[in-house]
């Protein structure tokens, strides 16, 4: 399979040249992150070196996914390729792709790929592929739309947007609503965002949909308050407890399940079967038989999110493990790197040293240094600090640093080392929350003299 090339081109916005490693084929039988990346808009995704300028790059594309079976091609017409030449590229892709598959496997479908006018009517094939029809699509992009209108909208025409189009404004339609928001105060764009806060607290409270997520919301809050009330060590039996005297509220069980996921274990559904083998009627029975069906269902959907984000991570692996150019590729997945992926990342590279694969662990150190290159680079100052005094090879380099160092120190430092100091402890890091707490009391001490 062809892998990404460099290509030279010229940025949309300054005009200024620069590298970029372009992709043509993607394959979500070989690189599970493909279509991922093709959803989400990170497909020949580049930032201009020299201007910041962000965005998609326009070059042919070949999808391929051998579970569905599906192929689909897409060669921008703003190209302007002739036809013959259209034709030879398309068959160069497929070829590839047939290529890359094993002997004995399905290449039918790959000689008739559909094809796509433009890159999100590849995504709606892809979508399609899935079973999201293009009903559903045409009404998510209606809500889309109005979001969009409405943050523009003045008052009395806003009033008219909401009035004329009352079939889109459900439960889905609140949750794109509050994205939308934060979307726009995140990007600084606080009157957006404002307006958009403002139409959603309208709707919550003149729409069936409104009424509903209010009472979710509640219920929601509720058991956040019951559970806390506990306190931190909150017995299994005292939890249990809670789960029976919500069992006839759906938000408030999922809650409790997702807040206490540890504790919804054996134990827990051995407690709950014995009190419905000691339930005096059969209406408390049936009761309790349906909290323990839905928790088993919850139980088994948190397992399966649990393995998927594994599986997520160790894609995003093996993705970067194939990348020509990683430090692009970290780049270009950061929303992808997170605990977990670092997790298994550790683990693999600590399995290839244990096995003597020299090329492997020099590849896996590679990306870790990338990655926690960018992470020290993004992070604030404070944390900065906290990660270099952990880095030195002593207590006494990382005292010493400190001292050096002391102009740094802030009550904002103070805070963060104290919360870290917590966290070590919590999750049994004795050693390093001794050492980071040594720190704490030293930079404390400093920042009084």
């Given at each position: 399979?062809?892998?990404?090339?460099?290509?030279?081109?010229?940025?949309?916005?300054?005009?200024?040249?620069?590298?970029?490693?372009?992709?043509?084929?993607?394959?979500?039988?070989?690189?599970?992150?493909?279509?991922?990346?093709?959803?989400?808009?990170?497909?020949?995704?580049?930032?201009?070196?020299?201007?910041?300028?962000?965005?998609?790059?326009?070059?042919?594309?070949?999808?391929?996914?051998?579970?569905?079976?599906?192929?689909?091609?897409?060669?921008?017409?703003?190209?302007?390729?002739?036809?013959?030449?259209?034709?030879?590229?398309?068959?160069?892709?497929?070829?590839?792709?047939?290529?890359?598959?094993?002997?004995?496997?399905?290449?039918?479908?790959?000689?008739?790929?559909?094809?796509?006018?433009?890159?999100?009517?590849?995504?709606?094939?892809?979508?399609?592929?899935?079973?999201?029809?293009?009903?559903?699509?045409?009404?998510?992009?209606?809500?889309?739309?109005?979001?969009?209108?409405?943050?523009?909208?003045?008052?009395?025409?806003?009033?008219?947007?909401?009035?004329?189009?009352?079939?889109?404004?459900?439960?889905?339609?609140?949750?794109?609503?509050?994205?939308?928001?934060?979307?726009?105060?995140?990007?600084?764009?606080?009157?957006?965002?404002?307006?958009?806060?403002?139409?959603?607290?309208?709707?919550?409270?003149?729409?069936?949909?409104?009424?509903?997520?209010?009472?979710?919301?509640?219920?929601?809050?509720?058991?956040?308050?019951?559970?806390?009330?506990?306190?931190?060590?909150?017995?299994?039996?005292?939890?249990?407890?809670?789960?029976?005297?919500?069992?006839?509220?759906?938000?408030?069980?999922?809650?409790?399940?997702?807040?206490?996921?540890?504790?919804?274990?054996?134990?827990?559904?051995?407690?709950?079967?014995?009190?419905?083998?000691?339930?005096?009627?059969?209406?408390?029975?049936?009761?309790?038989?349906?909290?323990?069906?839905?928790?088993?269902?919850?139980?088994?959907?948190?397992?399966?999110?649990?393995?998927?984000?594994?599986?997520?991570?160790?894609?995003?692996?093996?993705?970067?493990?194939?990348?020509?150019?990683?430090?692009?590729?970290?780049?270009?997945?950061i929303d992808r790197i997170d605990e977990l992926f670092l997790?298994?990342?550790?683990?693999?590279?600590?399995?290839?040293?244990?096995?003597?694969?020299?090329?492997?662990?020099?590849?896996?150190?590679?990306?870790?240094?990338?990655?926690?290159?960018?992470?020290?680079s993004a992070a604030p100052p404070e944390v900065r600090l906290?990660?270099?005094?952990?880095?030195?090879?002593?207590?006494?380099?990382?005292?010493?640093?400190?001292?050096?160092?002391?102009?740094?120190?802030?009550?904002?430092?103070?805070?963060?080392?104290?919360?870290?100091?917590?966290?070590?402890?919590?999750?049994?890091?004795?050693?390093?929350?001794?050492?980071?707490?040594?720190?704490?009391?030293?930079?404390?001490?400093?920042?009084?003299?």
């Open positions: 399979m062809a892998k990404p090339m460099p290509t030279t081109i010229s940025c949309p916005a300054c005009r200024q040249q620069f590298n970029a490693f372009l992709e043509r084929i993607l394959d979500a039988g070989r690189d599970p992150t493909a279509k991922e990346r093709l959803l989400s808009g990170r497909v020949n995704l580049i930032t201009c070196p020299h201007c910041g300028y962000q965005g998609v790059i326009a070059t042919p594309l070949f999808y391929h996914d051998p579970s569905k079976p599906l192929a689909i091609v897409y060669v921008p017409m703003e190209l302007g390729l002739p036809q013959a030449e259209r034709e030879k590229l398309i068959g160069d892709m497929t070829n590839a792709v047939m290529r890359s598959l094993p002997e004995d496997a399905s290449k039918g479908y790959l000689l008739q790929p559909k094809s796509a006018l433009t890159l999100q009517g590849m995504v709606e094939l892809v979508l399609e592929a899935d079973g999201i029809t293009q009903e559903v699509l045409q009404a998510q992009r209606r809500k889309v739309d109005l979001i969009d209108q409405l943050a523009q909208a003045g008052e009395k025409e806003r009033a008219q947007l909401l009035a004329e189009n009352q079939d889109l404004l459900d439960m889905d339609f609140l949750d794109l609503l509050t994205i939308a928001a934060q979307s726009a105060s995140q990007s600084g764009d606080s009157r957006t965002a404002l307006r958009l806060l403002n139409v959603r607290s309208h709707l919550m409270e003149t729409t069936e949909a409104g009424q509903q997520r209010k009472a979710q919301e509640a219920a929601a809050a509720e058991a956040i308050q019951e559970l806390r009330a506990l306190g931190e060590n909150v017995s299994r039996e005292a939890f249990v407890d809670l789960l029976v005297r919500a069992s006839d509220n759906p938000t408030k069980i999922n809650t409790l399940a997702t807040l206490a996921r540890p504790l919804l274990d054996y134990s827990t559904f051995q407690m709950i079967t014995e009190r419905i083998e000691q339930a005096q009627t059969s209406e408390e029975k049936q009761q309790l038989i349906s909290l323990r069906e839905r928790l088993l269902e919850l139980a088994a959907e948190f397992e399966r999110q649990s393995r998927a984000l594994i599986q997520r991570a160790t894609d995003t692996l093996r993705m970067l493990l194939q990348a020509s150019d990683i430090q692009g590729a970290i780049r270009a997945n997790q298994v990342l550790q683990a693999n590279l600590e399995e290839a040293r244990r096995v003597g694969n020299v090329e492997a662990s020099s590849r896996l150190r590679q990306i870790r240094d990338e990655v926690m290159n960018l992470i020290q906290v990660n270099d005094l952990l880095s030195a090879g002593s207590e006494a380099e990382s005292l010493k640093m400190l001292q050096e160092r002391r102009s740094e120190i802030t009550p904002q430092l103070l805070e963060i080392m104290g919360d870290l100091v917590e966290q070590l402890y919590r999750t049994k890091n004795d050693e390093m929350a001794k050492r980071l707490e040594t720190l704490k009391n030293k930079a404390s001490a400093l920042a009084q003299s």
